[in-house]
């Protein structure tokens, strides 16, 4: 047996294309501090066939100073005239019974409720409420206590890594793991904290480095422009997408200029879908929907002219044609030598009984 078929026995393919990927809709603060509107971002959450839908939970007072200055993003979708953070947030928190009131509307609809807590106590909060896993944003990536009092909580951990590097991502680990969160509930979304982010900073490729570094499920948090990122994420192996959406690209707040409209969401979900479908099992064969084109596509040896009784097969005398039907091209050399032992036409479809022993 050659070296190549050798390989080939002793080859396993690789366990890729297994799962479903988690897509979760970032509706985060666009509601604007709407219930009702929080309540249309659901909807359109569930008409685009996304797993969950995701809000933001915080106090303004626990989660930033008065004098903290907005981002530039912040600056850059707000005509307000206020440049600090407190103000914004403050109109955006959503209070326990809006917590409420979402969660069973969601249940009502039939899609997983899903928030990022912000402190401590929201924290409390999202775990009194039964959420069935936690959220951890960029910016909280090297918050000690918040990282420890997530990890007790034992549940499912999803980790954004924007503006992180891989040291940054590894205490953030150790902090959860050694909390009480095993590594095997952990995924590490990479991500990029620039809203849109520019595509030159994507740095796609970091997501597989950090799949290889920590030996954990990996996706991708996006804020580019546009669906093709996150599907390329997905085709690279990423388990979980994340990707804002609004219902309206021009409406006053901070996020959703950034944010997917639902139509577009809804375009992204079907693209990932597909590509979950396409990556299969990594098994190289034959599909069932080729299998009928094998005989039609692929070649047989056939006879370059007429030859009688007797007559040598050389190369000279045999073509190779379709159908794929008698004996493969890939046996030219079991053939090569061989007599006939009937007469043949030009284009006649060689087989075996035709030779000699």
Sequence with gaps: MSQLLKNIKDYTPSPFGKGKVMIIAEAGVNHNGDITLAKKLIDAAVDAGVDYVKFQTFKAEKLVSKSAKKAEYQERNSSDGDDYQFNMLKKLELDEKSHHELINYCASKGIKFLSTAFDLESIELLDSLGIDLFKVPSGEITNYPYLKKIGSKGKPVIISTGMADMKEIAEALQVVTEAGTPLEKITILHCNTEYPTPMQDVNLLAMLNIQEAFNVQVGYSDHTLGIEIPVAAVALGAVCIEKHFTLDKTMEGPDHKASLEPQELKAMVQAIRNIEKALGDGEKKPSPSEAKNKEIARKSIHLALDLKAGAILTEENLIMKRPGNGISPMQL???????????????????????DE
């Design 333 to 355: 050399p079991l053939v090569i030598g061989k007599k006939l032992k009937v007469d043949l036409k030009e284009d006649a479809l060689l087989e075996f009984k035709h030779l």
